[in-house]
């Protein structure tokens, strides 16, 4: 059975950074697609970021330039640097995989940016 589980969260003040990982076990052969979304308080779950088994990145404008994604494909981990923090980067962020068309997801960590 594939787990993800995902640590690094925290409070910070505006303008300063967090990084989060994400552990992920069991079997993974066929992963093609690993990617982190979040869900703002009271707001619909958005994408943050995703990588390819090529190291490809793909960010949105909202978080382009602050935030970088990076995998470690012998420790099975996914790590999302997170700089320039802003208020509206608060919510709870989850990692999530795609193993052969199936969505993995991790239970998430709680990231708050205060002004």
């Known amino acids: 059975q594939v787990q993800l589980v995902e640590s690094g969260g925290g409070s910070v003040q505006a303008g300063g950074s967090l990084r989060l990982s994400c552990a992920i076990s069991g079997p993974t052969e066929g992963l093609n697609l690993l990617r982190w979304f979040r869900q703002p308080p009271g707001k619909q779950r958005e994408f943050v970021s995703s990588i390819d088994i090529a190291g490809r990145t793909n960010y949105p404008d909202s978080v382009k330039g602050r935030f970088t994604m990076s995998h470690d494909n012998v420790k099975n981990t996914i790590a999302l640097q997170m700089n320039s923090l802003k208020p509206d980067d608060t919510g709870m962020y989850h990692c999530?995989?795609?193993?052969?068309?199936?969505?993995?997801w991790g239970q998430g960590t709680q990231v708050t940016v205060s002004v």
């Open positions: 999530g995989v795609i193993i052969s068309g199936r969505s993995y």
